[in-house]
């Protein structure tokens, strides 16, 4: 029976007592993959791990799961805007830069980029950091997408003007 990769693994313990320096997890991604900083100007979304249940026959995180993940990631900006009822009109752009695996830590993190009459477009990237290895992360994924707010028979709407602080 294969090591369950979501259970953190005993670290080995030098001879003195001392703990040795851990040894860098097996990610299978690419030597190439650059380590990234988190973004600063973009709003942590969403954190997710994925398991062996999202998988592709291939034992890699199947895409689909990832784009399902991004467009839950991306409504929660634009939902704060359009306060009822919206749908996804488009993903004008998805990347899979690096493969995602099973005992990734996924972090979602996204910002504004426009607020039309009725739809809403943000930007979304996705950063990944192995489970036993953390605080080292590669950008996996990153892909934009509009909202489009809806009514009560599912026509678009218009966008709520945000009411000032001050009005409150
Ligand atoms: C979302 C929906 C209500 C929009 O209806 P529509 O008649 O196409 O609406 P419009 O053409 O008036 O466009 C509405 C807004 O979407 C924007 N939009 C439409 N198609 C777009 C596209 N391909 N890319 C970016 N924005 C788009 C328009 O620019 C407009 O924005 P604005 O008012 O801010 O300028 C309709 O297309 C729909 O129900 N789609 C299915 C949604 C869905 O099921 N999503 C989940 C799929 S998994």
């Not at 009725?118 to 290895?133: D, G, N, P, W």
Request: aromatic share 6%; net charge positive; glycine share 6%.
């Amino acid at each position: 029976m294969s090591a369950n990769p979501l259970t953190p693994q005993p670290q080995a313990t030098a001879p003195s007592g001392q703990a040795s320096t851990p040894t860098p997890a097996k990610t299978d991604r690419k030597s190439s993959a650059a380590r990234v900083q988190l973004p600063t100007d973009e709003e942590l979304v969403l954190k997710v791990i994925p398991l062996p249940r999202d998988c592709n026959a291939n034992g890699d995180i199947f895409g689909g799961w990832v784009m399902a993940q991004v467009d839950l990631a991306g409504a929660v900006i634009p939902a704060r805007y359009t306060q009822g009822r919206m749908a996804t009109v488009a993903v004008n752009e998805f990347v899979f830069k690096q493969p995602v695996r099973v005992g990734d830590i996924l972090s979602f993190f996204s910002k504004l980029v426009r607020i039309g009459r009725t739809s809403i477009t943000v930007k979304v990237e996705v950063y990944a950091e192995h489970f036993r290895l953390q605080g080292q992360y590669t950008k996996v994924t990153e892909a934009s997408l509009t909202y489009v707010a809806i009514d009560e028979q599912g026509n678009p709407r218009e966008v709520p003007k945000p009411t000032p602080p001050d009005t409150m």
